[in-house]
Each structure stands twice: as C-alpha cells, then as structure tokens.
T-cell receptor
C-alpha cells in the first residue's frame, strides 16, 4: 500500500467554481502535512501546511482528519491561474523522510 | 536570488557514464533532501542530510547512487554507470532548523536524460 494516495484527476472546472481534493495516508503516526503546487515542468512550491485545527489562506482551506487519516484542500472561486498539479505530502514528524502523493491535476476553464 | 539552486539544469548522458549534480540550499538551512520525479508521479524521496550527516537513505536507492554534503552547505548527488531507467528530474529541497513543521523549499531540478 502506498504511503500517500491521491485521486490523479484530472479535475476540469469552470472559473469561479469550488473544487476539493482529498488525500489519504497510511501511517497513523504521521505528524506533518502539506499541500504543494506544481506547474508543468517546474519544481513543487509550498502552498500551505495543514494544521490539526484546519487552516485557511485566502481562497484555500486545508483540513486534517486524523481518525480517518486524510487531508483535504478546498479551493473557492477558482482562477485560471490555479491550474496546476496539487501534491499531498506527509511526514512522520522527524523531518527525515517525506512521502508525496502522485498529485491531482486541476484545469480551470474560462 | 536566495532560493535553492541546482546545477546543471539539464544533463544528457550515454548509458554507462557517471553523472554528478550539485545543490546549493537556502543559506543557513541545515536540512537538505534529494528526490527523483518521473512523469506523472510525485517526487520520490532519495536521501536526507542534517548538516553534513546523511541521516536517511531510501531503500529504493541502488548502490550506484551516492550523495555527499561535506561541509553542511552544498550537496552533490552522483549516479554511476547510468541506466535508461535513471532518466528523471532530480530535485533538491532544503528546510530550516527553525521550522517546527519542516516546510521544504525546492530547487528548479536537474533533468537527466540517459540515451
């Protein structure tokens, strides 16, 4: 079983739509969680860390459900510039090793 | 630019040759990571340094791969006797000792093509 699993998509949504991605992880001892964004042929860029209480950054909201071992990312009022691959990342808490999902592809359509 | 830098950005080599990549992390970041990414996949962890010590190495990393960070600053990743299956993007990331949640910042990557 993979450490982190994501629906690869693709998700094609119109501008202004709300879209949600989920990601599940297998190690219940995992402590740190992140969402990264990766544009085509570019490096991943940190979008946001995911905290136990959930957190929001503008149009982006991240949630953590430890009981069910999943994290989610909600994007409201989608913009064309949100088109990218969104990577879910999990660390067991030591900072030594990070596990990435395969990424979820999002295309926002005019 | 004070971000993570990697050199070269692209490398084309023939099967069987050795290649070496360099990563310069963000200044004063004590943690440094190497990843490999192939098309349609997320980055795959290769190895991790804290200062000059290599603390973690993926079981998937064959003996042909070696990494160093001799002075706790820049790092090199060497692949010996390259194979076509080594073709991938090699990404370096760094993280600060002050970061309790270990946010990583990535370099632009080195794209390796083995012919």
């Amino acid at each position: 079983r993979k450490e982190v699993e994501q629906d690869p998509g693709p998700f094609n949504v119109p501008e202004g739509a709300t879209v949600a991605f989920n990601c599940t992880y297998s190690n219940s001892a995992s402590q740190s969680f992140f969402w990264y964004r990766q544009d085509c042929r570019k490096e991943p860029k940190l979008l946001m860390s995911v905290y136990s209480s959930g957190n929001e950054d503008g149009r982006f909201t991240a949630q953590l459900n430890r009981a069910s071992q999943y994290i989610s990312l909600l994007i409201r009022d989608s913009k064309l510039s949100d088109s990218a691959t969104y990577l879910c990342v999990v660390n067991e808490g030591t900072g030594n090793q990070f596990y990435f999902g395969t990424g979820t592809s999002l295309t926002v359509i005019p | 630019d004070t971000g993570v830098s990697q050199d070269p950005r692209h490398k084309i080599t023939k099967r069987g040759q050795n290649v070496t990549f360099r990563c310069d992390p963000i200044s004063e970041h004590n943690r440094l990571y190497w990843y490999r990414q192939t098309l349609g996949q997320g980055p795959e962890f290769l190895t991790y340094f804290q200062n000059e010590a290599q603390l973690e190495k993926s079981r998937l990393l064959s003996d042909r791969f070696s990494a160093e960070r001799p002075k706790g600053s820049f790092s090199t990743l060497e692949i010996q006797r390259t194979e076509q299956g080594d073709s991938a993007m090699y990404l370096c990331a760094s993280s600060s000792r002050l970061s309790l949640s270990y946010e990583q910042y990535f370099g632009p990557g080195t794209r390796l093509t083995v012919t």
